[in-house]
């Protein structure tokens, strides 16, 4: 069934935009639905399916679609939609233009070159293989060139994994377990679910099987006092809210009042009660160095590249340059330095991105640790036992999108050394404000 003629330019209008990279993709493409209500969910989904197309693929569809002049817009539409929906869906194509999009279905990719085949900038692609070695940096951008699944989180505190299979089959929508996350189902389809009972209801949640993971290694558990200190639109806070059963307090700190909007409608559905989301100007604000000492686990998904999430944000390795990521490094220290002041005694900090990089992850525990004397790590071996979750690692935390099949995620588990004599929170606190 061919899309309607009209559909190309404005896929074209969209694409253009994105390009600037003045804005995430995702952005972008909101907006532009919203300026353009008259397309149905078909449409919809083949311009934004496209225009991701394209992203992924921008390094080898660029060298096949000419100069950056009008005509290469198009064209880098038509291979966009040709990637998505095929060539026969495609309305009013010239006989060259029908020529073109089958003479590249025909090119050996194998040929090219290795950041050119891989769709990466040449300093990441560069990065990568330093990291990984060059077999399993290709392996890696292969699959981060893919479309991600849809993964959703069922609410422990509103229902079951088994009834939500069950009540998401009626609709039809089939849906399976996932291997490591214990309340994770892996949609087959993408279907749309904001209009589900099931979601209405805040009986599931939308969140990549390794986030969920990420929450569970917190270990948070009834009663205790729990700090999400960078909550952003709390997908990892709602899933501590659920393991602590609604009870304790957990705050959801954040720097933007944008973000923590969003979380408050997420709560209301989600049933939870012990949830307090506080905006704070930085990681030194008052409002953490309260409750100095009084925490018994932190979770700091820090700020980072993004590179994990290539799948879901292919735009983010275009929009992300290499300098980027020494300022990076130095936001994330402060952050984990700051966000340590919370722990008790005994008390646990969770150190986490969604980046690839050793220069975001390991270097950055590693850094920690030689200056904190007062926590050691936790081997993720242990972690996860203690967790029950069915993966091998070692000292961290490192799924990956080819080994895992979710988004690339790193995380650490230290704790605060049990100290023969704590000083009195309030006194914490004076020394504290002192320091500053």
């Known amino acids: 069934m061919r899309l309607p003629p009209a559909i190309l330019a404005k896929t074209e209008e969209v694409l253009r935009e994105v390009l600037r990279f003045t804005a995430p993709a995702d952005v972008t493409l909101s907006r532009f639905f919203k300026e353009n209500p008259r397309f149905g969910g078909r449409e919809r989904g083949a311009i934004a399916e496209a225009v991701y197309a394209v992203l992924r693929n921008k390094s080898f569809f660029t060298d096949f679609a000419g100069a950056g002049n009008t005509p290469s817009m198009r064209r880098l539409v038509l291979l966009g939609m040709a990637e998505t929906v095929g060539i026969d869906a495609l309305p009013g194509l010239t006989e060259d233009e029908t020529h073109f999009l089958t003479r590249i279905k025909e090119v050996d990719r194998s040929l090219l070159p290795p950041h050119i085949r891989s769709s990466l900038p040449q300093w990441l692609y560069d990065k990568l293989v330093a990291q990984f070695g060059e077999q399993e940096a290709q392996d890696l951008a292969a699959v981060l060139n893919t479309p991600a699944p849809l993964d959703l989180r069922v609410n422990s505190i509103k229902a079951d994994r088994d009834e939500v299979i069950a009540r998401l089959a009626e609709a039809p929508i089939a849906a399976e377990p996932m291997p490591y996350a214990p309340l994770g189902l892996r949609v087959l389809k993408k279907p749309s679910l904001q209009n589900l009972p099931l979601f209405k209801e805040g009986a599931i949640e939308v969140q990549d099987e390794g986030s969920q993971v990420l929450s569970q290694i917190v270990g948070a558990r009834r009663g205790e006092m729990v700090v999400d200190f960078c909550a952003g639109a709390g997908g990892k806070t709602l899933a501590l809210g659920a393991q602590m059963r609604n009870t304790g307090r957990l705050y959801a700190f954040d720097v933007s009042e944008k973000r923590l909007a969003k979380l408050k409608p997420r709560m209301a559905r989600s049933g939870l009660s012990n949830v307090h989301p506080v905006l704070i100007a930085h990681e030194r604000d008052a409002k953490v160095k309260r409750l100095a000492g009084k925490i018994d686990r932190v979770l700091v998904d820090a700020p980072c590249s993004g590179l ?10 275009w929009r992300q340059k290499v300098e980027a990521i020494a300022e990076m490094q130095e936001k994330q220290a402060s952050i984990l330095d700051g966000a340590a002041r919370l722990l008790k005694s005994g008390g ?5 991105t969604c980046s690839l990089l050793n220069e975001e992850n390991d270097v ?11 926590f050691e790590l936790v081997p993720m071996s242990k972690v996860l036992a203690e967790q029950k979750i069915p993966l091998e690692m070692d000292q961290y935390l ?15 588990v230290m704790e605060r050394k049990a100290m023969a004599k704590a000083a009195p929170a309030d006194e914490a606190v004076e020394a504290d404000d002192a320091e500053a």
């Open 308 to 317: 994990g999430t290539l799948r879901r944000n292919p735009d983010v390795k």
């Open 348 to 352: 646990r900090l969770v150190y986490a």
């Open 364 to 374: 950055i525990v590693e850094q920690f640790l030689a200056t904190h004397p007062d």
């Open 398 to 412: 490192k799924l990956l999108p080819h080994k895992h099949q979710t988004d690339g995620f790193f995380a650490a």
